[in-house]
């Protein structure tokens, strides 16, 4: 039987079902069978694992992950697919969700569908959602052991980026508090249906045992060091609109042995959360 990323197939199925492709819910469709196994690889899936795909589109990827995994649950925005799902994706351990993720009670969800067991995120995102998705997953309280996705190649390099590189940001030390993130492999705009204006690129992040702190506050004295990323911490965090007077920013720099001279960009995980615990101290 033809797999769902043969162009011919994929053309094949969407005119049998009239489906329109929707620009604004970001569907481009793979169509090259290696980047999905690539794709599944990276995601390192055994025959025991359990896989929550986000966007399925017409099931190319979920076809593949069904193939490797125990069970597969797909959640898709997109009411449009129904009829054409009962075609491509009538799999004995799919199960597809219709919803929008972001609405979607999470906790829930994996407790009715994976029970005490633990899960693994594969997607190609949607990219006009891409940091609200990894958000709500990292900030879930699920049993998820992994996220392997392909996103925008910006975000990804933002997403894997370490400290001293340009792409480091906020959104980096996000990451980094609850995941191990790997920058895998860069995807042509060839092999989607229809071709993206953007290159894409697959991350796996890997979740972390991470200590019990403050995150609101510790991701509050994140931004604020990166409100103006040229400047020194000094200046960014007295601009920042934070409510402490310099010499309290002085001193919590001091406290945590960080040179107020250096820029956001260059420090650790580590050492923003040092940094934070004496932001609380001073304050
Ligand atoms: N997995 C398919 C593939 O690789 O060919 C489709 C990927 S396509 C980039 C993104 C998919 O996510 C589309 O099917 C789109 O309808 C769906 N989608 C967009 N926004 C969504 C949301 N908020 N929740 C769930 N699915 C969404």
């Known amino acids: 039987m033809d797999r769902l990323y043969k162009p011919s197939k994929l053309s094949e199925i969407l005119s049998k079902y009239g489906f329109r492709f929707t620009k604004s819910l970001g569907q481009n469709f793979l169509i090259d069978g290696n980047i999905v196994r690539k794709i599944a690889d990276a995601a390192e899936i055994s025959e025991y694992d359990n896989i929550l795909e986000i966007g399925p589109g017409v099931g190319t990827m979920t076809e593949e992950l069904a193939l490797r995994a125990k069970k597969v649950v797909a959640v898709e925005i997109d009411e449009k697919l129904r009829d054409l799902h009962k075609e491509t994706l009538d799999i004995e351990n799919v199960k597809v969700i219709y919803g929008d993720f972001l609405e979607l009670d999470l906790e829930k969800i994996a407790g009715e569908e994976f029970g005490d067991e633990g899960f693994k995120v594969v997607a190609n995102l949607p990219y006009y959602v891409t940091t609200p998705i990894i958000e709500k997953l990292l900030l879930s309280k699920v049993n998820l052991i992994s996220i392997t996705v392909?996103?925008?190649?910006?975000?990804?390099?933002?997403?894997?980026?370490?400290?001293?590189?340009?792409?480091?940001?906020?959104?980096?030390?996000?990451?980094?508090?609850?995941?191990?993130?790997?920058?895998k492999f860069q995807v042509p705009?060839?092999?989607?249906?229809?071709?993206?204006?953007?290159?894409?690129?697959?991350?796996?992040?890997?979740?972390?045992?991470?200590?019990?702190?403050?995150?609101?506050?510790?991701?509050?004295?994140?931004?604020?060091?990166?409100?103006?990323?040229?400047?020194?911490?000094?200046?960014?965090?007295?601009?920042?609109?934070?409510?402490?007077?310099?010499?309290?920013?002085?001193?919590?720099?001091?406290?945590?042995?960080?040179?107020?001279?250096?820029?956001?960009?260059?420090?650790?995980?580590?050492?923003?959360?040092?940094?934070?615990?004496?932001?609380?101290?001073?304050?």
């Open 150 to 183: 392909m996103v925008q190649k910006e975000v990804a390099k933002r997403l894997a980026a370490q400290p001293g590189n340009k792409d480091y940001g906020s959104l980096s030390v996000f990451i980094n508090y609850y995941t191990d993130c790997k920058y």
């Open 189 to 283: 705009s060839s092999v989607f249906m229809p071709k993206p204006n953007v290159d894409s690129a697959v991350v796996n992040l890997k979740m972390k045992e991470r200590e019990d702190l403050d995150t609101d506050f510790l991701f509050k004295i994140v931004r604020a060091a990166f409100t103006t990323r040229r400047k020194t911490l000094l200046n960014s965090f007295s601009n920042s609109g934070l409510p402490y007077s310099k010499d309290d920013i002085k001193r919590a720099l001091e406290l945590s042995g960080i040179d107020g001279g250096r820029r956001a960009e260059t420090l650790s995980l580590e050492e923003f959360i040092i940094l934070s615990v004496n932001f609380k101290s001073v304050g």
